[in-house]
C-alpha cells in the first residue's frame, strides 16, 4: 500500500513541471504592439518595398476606454527590412497573430507578389488565413489609412466585409494560403478580391476580382463577373441577378440564389477539346419593378428562358475573355482535364499546347424560380 502511494506521488510531482509550466516564448501584451492589417507598396522609382501597418491602440476616457488605431510605415529593399524598420518607429515589437488583412498595390502585384507572400508564409508569427486584397487606382496605404471614423480600425472592418461576401459573390474569399496553393498547381491562375477607396471618406468598394498568372497581376474582372466565375467553379452561394424590362415590357426582375450546383465535362475529339458547363442554379423573385405579372405560369416561363438566357451570354462572355484578353485559366479547366482526361493533358503538354485556350465550351443553363417572398403579385397603383 505505502509503495503504490509513493508511485503515485511521484507521479504527481512529475507531471506538475508539465501541466503548470508557461509557454515558452511568452510576452506581455502591453510590450507588443498588436497588428490589425499592413499594406504593401513599392517605389517605382528606388525600387524600395514600403509597408505601412495598422496598430490597434486604447486610450482610456473617465471609467471606459475607447479602442482605435495608428499607422506607422516604413521602407526597406525586402518586406522583412521594412517591417524592422516599423519596429524602430514603434518603439516595441509587432505582434501579428491577430492581423486580418494584407492589402497589396497594383505595382507590386504586376511585379509579382511572391516576396509578399513569402516573408507572410515563411514567417511563424504571421497568420496563413489572413485576407489578401488587391488595390486598384489607390496605392495600398491609401485604402488602409481610409478611416470613416477616428476611432475606427479599418482592417476589421475590411475583415467583416470579406467575412459577408458570401452574400453578393462579388468577390472571391482570398486567403493567403488559398493563393499559394493555388499558384503552386501547374497551369491554374488565381483570383484575389480586389477594391478601390469609394467617393466619399471613409468608403472602400469593392469592384470584383484581380486576376493572376502565377504570382502577377494581368487584370481583372468587375463585381458581376466574379460572380459568373464563381457560378462556374461552384463556389457561389448566394448571389443578385437583375433582369431590365423583361419581355420588352415595363417591369425589371431581380432574382435572388440561394444555391447553385454547376457541372463540367470534359471531352475529347478528333483531337479537339470542349467542355460541357451545365449550371443549375435555384432562385426567388426578390423584387419586381413594374406592373407585369411574372408569376403567371406563362409569363413565369418567359422570365426563366430571359434569365436563362442572360446566365448563358455572361459566362459565355467571361471564359471568351479569360481565354483571348488574359490567358488566365482562372477557372480551373486544365485542371479538370488532368484529373479526369490524364492522357488528353499529357499530349497537349508534350505538343506544347494549352487545353484552356484551345477549348470549344457549350454552356446550358437550368434555371429553377421557386417562390416570390412574401408576394405573388407586384405593386399596383390605383387609377
Same mark, same amino acid.
Given at each position: 500500500?505505502?509503495?503504490?502511494?509513493?508511485? !503515485?506521488?511521484?507521479?504527481?510531482?512529475?507531471?506538475?513541471?508539465?501541466?503548470?509550466?508557461?509557454?515558452?516564448?511568452?510576452?506581455?501584451?502591453?510590450? /507588443?504592439?498588436? =497588428?490589425?492589417? /499592413?499594406?504593401?507598396?513599392?517605389?517605382?522609382?528606388? +525600387?524600395?518595398?514600403?509597408?505601412?501597418?495598422?496598430?490597434?491602440?486604447? &486610450?482610456?476616457?473617465?471609467?471606459?476606454?475607447?479602442?482605435?488605431?495608428?499607422?506607422?510605415?516604413?521602407?526597406?529593399?525586402?518586406?522583412?527590412?521594412?517591417?524592422?524598420?516599423?519596429?524602430?518607429?514603434?518603439?516595441?515589437?509587432? %505582434?501579428?497573430?491577430?492581423?486580418?488583412?494584407?492589402?497589396?498595390?497594383?505595382?507590386?502585384?504586376?511585379?509579382?507578389?511572391?516576396?509578399?507572400?513569402?516573408?507572410?508564409?515563411?514567417?511563424?508569427?504571421?497568420?496563413?488565413?489572413?485576407?489578401?486584397?488587391?488595390?486598384?487606382?489607390?496605392?495600398?496605404?491609401?485604402? #488602409?489609412?481610409?478611416?470613416?471614423?477616428?476611432? &475606427?480600425? =479599418?482592417?476589421?472592418?475590411?475583415?467583416?466585409?470579406?467575412?459577408?461576401?458570401? %452574400?453578393?459573390?462579388?468577390?472571391?474569399?482570398?486567403? #493567403?494560403?488559398?493563393?499559394?496553393?493555388?499558384?503552386?498547381?501547374?497551369?491554374?491562375?488565381?483570383?484575389?478580391?480586389?477594391?478601390?477607396?469609394?467617393?466619399? @471618406?471613409?468608403?472602400?468598394?469593392?469592384?470584383?476580382?484581380?486576376?493572376?498568372?502565377?504570382? $502577377?497581376? =494581368?487584370?481583372?474582372? @468587375?463585381?458581376?463577373?466574379?460572380?459568373?466565375? #464563381? /457560378?462556374?467553379? +461552384?463556389?457561389?452561394?448566394?448571389?443578385?441577378?437583375?433582369?431590365?424590362? =423583361?419581355? @420588352?415590357?415595363?417591369?425589371?426582375?431581380?432574382?435572388?440564389?440561394?444555391?447553385?450546383?454547376?457541372?463540367?465535362?470534359? %471531352?475529347? +475529339?478528333?483531337?479537339?477539346?470542349?467542355?460541357?458547363?451545365?449550371?443549375?442554379?435555384?432562385?426567388?423573385?426578390?423584387?419586381?419593378?413594374?406592373?407585369?405579372?411574372?408569376?403567371?405560369?406563362?409569363?413565369?416561363?418567359? %422570365?426563366?428562358?430571359?434569365?436563362?438566357?442572360?446566365?448563358?451570354?455572361?459566362? &459565355?462572355?467571361? !471564359?471568351?475573355?479569360?481565354?483571348?484578353?488574359?490567358?488566365?485559366?482562372? #477557372?480551373?479547366?486544365?485542371?479538370?482535364?488532368? $484529373?479526369?482526361?490524364?492522357?488528353?493533358?499529357?499530349?497537349? $503538354?508534350?505538343?506544347?499546347?494549352?487545353?484552356?485556350?484551345?477549348?470549344?465550351?457549350?454552356? +446550358?443553363?437550368?434555371? &429553377?424560380?421557386?417562390?416570390?417572398?412574401?408576394?405573388?403579385?407586384?405593386?399596383?397603383?390605383?387609377?
Amino acid at each position: 500500500m505505502k509503495k503504490s502511494k509513493l508511485v !503515485i506521488l511521484i507521479f504527481i510531482i512529475a507531471m506538475c513541471p508539465i501541466t503548470l509550466c508557461g509557454c515558452w516564448n511568452y510576452k506581455e501584451i502591453d510590450s /507588443m504592439a498588436i =497588428v490589425a492589417g /499592413m499594406a504593401i507598396d513599392k517605389d517605382i522609382i528606388t +525600387n524600395k518595398y514600403t509597408i505601412t501597418v495598422e496598430i490597434i491602440t486604447s &486610450q482610456s476616457q473617465g471609467s471606459s476606454s475607447i479602442i482605435s488605431s495608428e499607422f506607422y510605415s516604413s521602407e526597406g529593399d525586402s518586406i522583412l527590412s521594412a517591417e524592422r524598420a516599423v519596429v524602430g518607429k514603434t518603439g516595441i515589437p509587432l %505582434l501579428w497573430y491577430e492581423a486580418k488583412v494584407a492589402i497589396i498595390s497594383e505595382s507590386v502585384a504586376r511585379d509579382g507578389v511572391i516576396p509578399v507572400i513569402d516573408w507572410s508564409n515563411r514567417d511563424s508569427d504571421l497568420r496563413a488565413d489572413m485576407w489578401m486584397i488587391i488595390t486598384k487606382g489607390n496605392s495600398a496605404a491609401e485604402v #488602409l489609412k481610409n478611416k470613416f471614423k477616428p476611432d &475606427q480600425i =479599418v482592417s476589421l472592418h475590411l475583415n467583416d466585409t470579406m467575412n459577408r461576401g458570401k %452574400l453578393l459573390s462579388k468577390f472571391p474569399e482570398s486567403k #493567403l494560403w488559398s493563393f499559394i496553393d493555388g499558384i503552386a498547381s501547374e497551369g491554374k491562375s488565381e483570383a484575389v478580391a480586389a477594391v478601390k477607396n469609394g467617393p466619399s @471618406n471613409g468608403t472602400i468598394d469593392h469592384i470584383g476580382c484581380a486576376i493572376f498568372k502565377s504570382d $502577377k497581376l =494581368v487584370g481583372y474582372l @468587375n463585381g458581376d463577373e466574379t460572380l459568373y466565375m #464563381l /457560378m462556374i467553379k +461552384n463556389k457561389i452561394k448566394e448571389g443578385v441577378i437583375t433582369l431590365k424590362n =423583361v419581355s @420588352n415590357s415595363d417591369t425589371s426582375i431581380t432574382l435572388e440564389i440561394f444555391e447553385n450546383r454547376t457541372k463540367l465535362t470534359p %471531352l475529347y +475529339n478528333n483531337g479537339k477539346v470542349s467542355l460541357i458547363i451545365d449550371i443549375y442554379p435555384v432562385s426567388i423573385i426578390s423584387e419586381v419593378g413594374g406592373s407585369k405579372d411574372f408569376m403567371k405560369e406563362e409569363n413565369l416561363e418567359i %422570365l426563366q428562358s430571359e434569365a436563362e438566357k442572360k446566365i448563358k451570354t455572361q459566362v &459565355q462572355y467571361l !471564359i471568351s475573355k479569360l481565354q483571348k484578353d488574359y490567358d488566365c485559366d482562372v #477557372l480551373g479547366f486544365g485542371e479538370l482535364f488532368e $484529373k479526369e482526361r490524364p492522357k488528353v493533358s499529357e499530349n497537349f $503538354k508534350k505538343n506544347g499546347e494549352d487545353i484552356f485556350t484551345s477549348l470549344t465550351t457549350e454552356v +446550358n443553363v437550368h434555371l &429553377q424560380i421557386r417562390a416570390s417572398g412574401k408576394t405573388i403579385k407586384p405593386i399596383v397603383i390605383g387609377k
